[in-house]
């Protein structure tokens, strides 16, 4: 028995409802806010991830899937979805009306240490918005992103919102930061002490206790902020606040990624982030295309869903509507049809595909939870009369043949207006 790899999980179809509400939930709201919907490669070239995620970060150095194909091309499974949206964006010209808003669905995969909440495999539901500068963008992306965990039924979710600046104000704080590493080298993680000289903002984000602590005390980015970054960031909150997005400003956010110019955010669960982002004005550059300034998020599935879950959130599951069951062999055939006329008309239908006796097919029904049955056997058959049972009382409706499809129709959204 060969069984599932470490870290990923399988989507069953006791789960497949959950996966479908998040997604219609997710078409719902980008269409509200004209956003396409873009599908990349799962694999890229593996150049494209170091040269936007970064080198330095723990994605690139220890969790990225890479692999030779038979051409001798290092590739690359995606540990995430915006560079391989940048890529598409500027191969296929698509910034040639601004600004391009794209959102994708799609799987990711990171090699991590599987626990609660991270996977190897996961899958977001990202969006990016291609093309201002001007504070709006955020609001925007921001407004859709709380439109879209409203509509799965979350009002709870914090919203952490940081700016880590420009290039400039960057280079400062950086300077300040790494002096600040250099008098706490000793007591900081080996991965730390070599983030200290690459790339000190990366430190911040270290999940080691220890440092965790010792960074409380770090020079922070606020003290650094050009005029136009600070300035920025205040126009960004006066807009959440005129849309009613609440949010706590959180100086030590700083996120795993190293793409990210000015504001970034997380929308968490406790400690867990479930949906997070930021803006990321220099990546079209950095990849070869024209400077276009960007914002985009990434909503993990999975954590979602868990999140959820723990509310009490319920998704609406699709349940079967009508089950004909055949009394006899001869009265297949007449289920076949009265299930087509069914579906033609949009009542979910099914009838019994095993030759299975009439007390089986009704202890089917009754578990797949259908909660009408039409039963057809030679009487029925003869008289052109038939009886729909309601599963949950043993009620019965008498239904004549000539308008079946309709009558069994008007039956069950009568019944289900009054109960
Ligand atoms: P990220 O924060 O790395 O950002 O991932 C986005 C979300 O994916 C996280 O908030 C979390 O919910 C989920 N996630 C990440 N890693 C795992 C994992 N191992 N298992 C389960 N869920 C996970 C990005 O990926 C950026 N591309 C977001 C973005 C888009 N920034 C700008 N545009």
């Known amino acids: 028995m060969v069984n599932v790899p470490k870290g990923t999980k399988d989507m069953l179809p006791r789960e497949s409802h959950k996966w479908q509400a998040v997604e219609a939930a997710a078409k719902k709201i980008t269409a509200l806010y004209n956003v396409k919907q873009i599908r990349t490669p799962v694999f890229e070239h593996a150049e494209l991830f170091l040269r936007s995620i970064g080198d330095s970060t723990d994605i690139v150095n220890k969790e990225m899937y890479i692999f030779e194909d038979k051409g001798g091309r290092k590739m690359a499974l995606r540990p995430e979805g915006t560079a391989g949206v940048v890529r598409s964006v500027l191969e296929n010209n698509l910034c040639e009306t601004l600004p391009q808003k794209v959102f994708y669905i799609e799987g990711v995969y990171r090699y991590e240490q599987p626990q609660a909440g991270r ?10 918005f291609f093309g201002s500068e001007l504070p709006c963008f955020e609001v925007e992306l921001l407004s859709m992103a709380r439109d879209f965990l409203k509509e799965i039924g979350f009002n709870d979710l914090r919203l952490r919102i940081n700016t880590i600046g420009c290039n400039e104000c960057r280079a400062e704080y950086n300077k300040a930061l790494r002096a600040f590493l250099a008098g706490v080298n000793d007591k900081i993680c080996g991965d730390c002490k070599r983030r200290a000289e690459i790339n000190p903002l990366r430190t911040l984000d270290c999940k080691v206790p220890s440092c965790k602590e010792i960074y409380k005390s770090a020079p922070q980015i606020s003290d650094f902020l050009c005029d136009n970054c600070k300035q920025h960031h205040k126009q960004v909150l006066k807009g959440l606040d005129a849309a009613g ?68 959130i319920e998704f609406a599951d699709n349940t079967p509507y009508v089950f004909a069951a055949a009394q006899c062999d001869s009265a297949r055939e007449t289920c076949a049809d009265i299930v087509a006329q069914l579906r033609n008309i949009g009542v979910s239908a099914e009838y019994d595909l095993m030759g299975k006796s009439l007390k089986a097919q009704f202890r089917y029904a009754d578990r797949q939870g259908f909660p009408y049955v039409i039963t057809v056997g030679e009487a029925e058959m003869q008289s052109d009369k038939y009886t729909l049972k309601r599963m949950a009382d043993g009620s019965t409706t008498a239904i004549g043949a000539a308008r079946l499809a309709q009558d069994v129709k008007s039956a069950v959204e009568k019944d289900r207006a009054q109960s």
């Open 119 to 128: 996977y190897r495999e996961h899958h977001q539901f990202g969006a990016e």
């Open 245 to 312: 997005i609440q949010y706590f400003e959180d100086k030590n956010l700083v996120r795993g990624l190293d793409y990210y110019t000015r504001t970034v955010f997380e929308f968490c669960d406790g400690d867990l982030a479930v949906l997070g982002g930021g803006r990321y004005d220099n990546l079209c550059e950095q990849l070869g295309g024209k400077h276009t300034p960007c914002v985009g998020f990434g909503c993990g599935i999975e954590r979602l869903i868990a999140a959820a879950e723990t509310r009490g």
